[in-house]
C-alpha cells in the first residue's frame, strides 16, 4: 500500500483498493497507478490487420500509445491512418516484437488488445496480466487447454479488467436462449447440436508441409512464430490460413467454437465434460494440419441441478438432419420452399421441445415450431423471468469501462474466468480432431478439470521455444 498516497488511494473505487491491498506483489493497473477512475486510458494494440484492425478504433477512442504487428506494412499503414485522423497527438510507439512494448511501455499501460494469431495470444495476454494491465484477447483467448486454465486463473488473481473477443456474448439473442433453456421452455435439455460451415481456408487437410521460401520483405518471422516450434516459412501460414496448421490455429472448432457454442457453455453452465468422442472425419490433414470436416461429441455429467447432455459439433458443412417439426411446419419458411437447416447454429432437443439457434452469434433464438415459439411468448406475456440478464453496453464499451474502474474487474461477461474454461472444452475438441482416430474417445475428470487419457493429455500444452514464457 505504500505506492499509493492516501489521497491516491481515496481516489480509487473500493473494490480496486482492496485488490491492490491483496495482490502486493503484482503492480496495480497504470490508470489506478497515475490517474483517477475515468480518465483516458493509455492502451496499446498487439496486432493491428486482419481482426486486430478492429481493435484500433477501440484503443484510439482512448489515448492509444503503442502498436505491435510482425508486419511492417501493416504496421506502418495502422500508424499513418492514426496520424490522418489525429488519433496520437503525442505520437505512437511502434514494435514488431510484444515483449519489447510490455518491456518499454509496461509501467505506462492501462489496457491491451491481443490479435495475433491464437499460438501467441495467451504469451501476450499473460505478459499484461502479469503487468497488472488489462487485457482484451481475441478468440479463442489461448492456442492450448494448459494456456486456456492458466490465463483464467491468472486474471482471477490479478483481478484486472480481461475479454475475450467473442463479440455476440454482448448480444440480446443469446441472453434469450440463457434464460429460456433456463426458464425450462423446451424441458430439460438431453442433445444439442453445433454446426459450423467453417473451415474457409484451404490449408486444411493438407498431408504435406509445403516446401520452404524466403520470409518475405518487412515480415519479422522470428517474432511471428514466437512460442511455437520454429519452422521456415512457407505458403499457407501469413497472414490468414495459419488456422488449420496443429502448431498456430485451432482449426474451425477454434475460430468458430467461442462464437457459436458460446451460447450452449452459458445456458448449460457447461463446465468440463467428462469425455469427447470422434464420431466422423473426412480429408484428414495427417500430423500437421485439421481435417476439411469433423464430428465430434461432449458428454456432460449432471451439474448444480441440471441433467447430464451430450453436445455434438459439426464442422465443414455436415449438420443434423432437419427436425421432422420444421419439416411439418411451412410458416417456417415460405410453405412449400425447401426447408434446410442454416449454414450454422445450434439445436437444442429436450423433454418437452426443440430451440433452434441460427448463425454463429445467436442472433435469432425461436423454439420450433413456430407454434410453440407463439405458445411459449404468450405464456411469457407480461411477466419478468428470474433467468433474465440485463443487456450489455456493447462488448468492447464492457471491457473500457471495468479497465477505467467504473465497472469491477469481472464486469465483462465474457472475461478470462468464464472465456478460459470455454475455451478449453473447445480445446479437447481440437484433441480429438489432432489424433484423428474415429472412435477414440478422451476420458476426462469432470471435477478435477484434467484429462485422463495418456495420449490426449500429452496434448494438452507444450513446452515453449526459448525466449518466451507462460
Not at 99 to 115: I, M, N, P, Q, T
Not at 141 to 157: I, T
Not at 166 to 192: F, L, P, S
Request: charged share 25%; proline share 6%; aromatic share 8%.
Amino acid at each position: 500500500m505504500s505506492r499509493l498516497s492516501r489521497r491516491r488511494l481515496l481516489q480509487i473505487p473500493a473494490a480496486a483498493a482492496a485488490a491492490s491491498v491483496l495482490v502486493r506483489c503484482r503492480p496495480a493497473p497504470a490508470i489506478l497507478r497515475t490517474r483517477s477512475p475515468n480518465s483516458v486510458l493509455n492502451t496499446a494494440c498487439v496486432a493491428v490487420g486482419g481482426r486486430g484492425g478492429a481493435h484500433v478504433g477501440p484503443a484510439s477512442s482512448e489515448q492509444i500509445i503503442g502498436i505491435c504487428d510482425v508486419d511492417e506494412g501493416r504496421l506502418k499503414k495502422c500508424e499513418e491512418g492514426l496520424k490522418k485522423g489525429n488519433k496520437i497527438p503525442k505520437g505512437v510507439k511502434c514494435y514488431t516484437d510484444y515483449r519489447k512494448l510490455f518491456d518499454e511501455l509496461g509501467k505506462e499501460l492501462d489496457a491491451v488488445f491481443v490479435a495475433t494469431p491464437d499460438h501467441n495470444h495467451a504469451a501476450a495476454s499473460m505478459l499484461a496480466l502479469k503487468n497488472g494491465i488489462a487485457c482484451y484477447t481475441e478468440k479463442p483467448c489461448a492456442w492450448s487447454v494448459a494456456e486456456a486454465k492458466a490465463l483464467a486463473e491468472a486474471a482471477a488473481k490479478a483481478k484486472v479488467a480481461t475479454q475475450m473477443g467473442n463479440q455476440g456474448h454482448a448480444g440480446g439473442g443469446i441472453r434469450k436462449v440463457v434464460e429460456w433453456i433456463r426458464d425450462g421452455a423446451i424441458g430439460e435439455v438431453k442433445e444439442v447440436y453445433t454446426w459450423t460451415n467453417r473451415p474457409v481456408w484451404n490449408t486444411q487437410g493438407t498431408a504435406t508441409r509445403p516446401e520452404s521460401k524466403p520470409v518475405p520483405q518487412g515480415l519479422d518471422w522470428e517474432n511471428w512464430i514466437g512460442p511455437a516450434p520454429f519452422r521456415d516459412y512457407h505458403d499457407g501460414l501469413h497472414s490468414f490460413a495459419w488456422r488449420g496448421w496443429f502448431d498456430f490455429g485451432c482449426g474451425a472448432v477454434g475460430d468458430m467454437g467461442c462464437h457459436t457454442w458460446d451460447n450452449v457453455f452459458w445456458s448449460m453452465n457447461a463446465d468440463w465434460p467428462t469425455a469427447v468422442e470422434l464420431l466422423e472425419i473426412k480429408g484428414p490433414g495427417g500430423t500437421e494440419t485439421f481435417p476439411k470436416q469433423s464430428n465430434f461429441k461432449w458428454e456432460f455429467p449432471a451439474r448444480n441441478g441440471r441433467a447430464a447432455f451430450t453436445a455434438y459439433w459439426m464442422s465443414g458443412g455436415i449438420k443434423p438432419p432437419v427436425p421432422e417439426e420444421m419439416l411439418n411446419d411451412p410458416t417456417r419458411q415460405g410453405g412449400k420452399k425447401k426447408i434446410e437447416m442454416p449454414k450454422s447454429g445450434n439445436l437444442y432437443i429436450g423433454t418437452k421441445g426443440k430451440l433452434l439457434v441460427a448463425g454463429d452469434y445467436a442472433d435469432s433464438p425461436r423454439l420450433i415450431p413456430e407454434t410453440s415459439m407463439k405458445a411459449w411468448q404468450e405464456e411469457r406475456k407480461g411477466k419478468t423471468s428470474s433467468n433474465a440478464i440485463e443487456g450489455s453496453p456493447g462488448h468492447h464499451k464492457e471491457f473500457l469501462m471495468a479497465a477505467k474502474g467504473e465497472k469491477p474487474w469481472d464486469f465483462p461477461k465474457s472475461n478470462f474466468t468464464y472465456a478460459g474454461p470455454l475455451t478449453e472444452v473447445m480445446l479437447l475438441g481440437a484433441l480429438a480432431e489432432k489424433i484423428g482416430k474415429v472412435g477414440f474417445r478422451i476420458e476426462c475428470d469432470a471435477e478435477k478439470r484434467v484429462v485422463k487419457t495418456p495420449e490426449a493429455a500429452a496434448l494438452v500444452g507444450r513446452e515453449y521455444r526459448k525466449g518466451w514464457s507462460l
